[in-house]
Nanobody
Framework: QVSLVESGGGLVQPGGSLRLSCAAS????????MGWYRQAPGKQRELVAV???????TYTDSVKGRFTISILNAKNTVYLQMNSLKPEDTAVYYC????????????????WGQGTQVTVSS
């Protein structure tokens, strides 16, 4: 089994910064992709940023230039540096990992963290 543990959410004023962290642990052979999604009240969950094992990154348009995703492969940890935060960034942020568990050739599985609240308000 694989678990994801998130940290770093909280309350911040508009224009402020936060850094989210997500550490994957368990029966991991390799990680193909890690990323962050968010869900605001009354809205569908949306992709924020993802990073592949080859360090290719994808961002949703609304966060480009403000958020940066990075990964520390040695620790199976992904980070999301969020700068110039806006009230519309308020949401529960979920970590996601696409993992090959146990051994090479095992089908990859999709795992989710519990979510961490980010609130941007004055």
């Amino acid at each position: 089994q694989v678990s994801l543990v998130e940290s770093g959410g909280g309350l911040v004023q508009p224009g402020g910064s936060l850094r989210l962290s997500c550490a994957a642990s368990g029966s991991i052979f390799s990680i193909n992709r890690m990323g962050w999604y968010r869900q605001a009240p009354g809205k569908q969950r949306e992709l924020v940023a993802v990073i592949s094992s080859a360090d290719r990154t994808t961002y949703t348009d609304s966060v480009k230039g403000r958020f940066t995703i990075s990964i520390l492969n040695a620790k199976n940890t992904v980070y999301l540096q969020m700068n110039s935060l806006k009230p519309e960034d308020t949401a529960v942020y979920y970590c996601n990992a696409v993992v090959v568990p146990y051994y090479r050739g095992h089908p990859e599985n999709d795992y989710w963290g519990q979510g961490t609240q980010v609130t941007v308000s004055s």
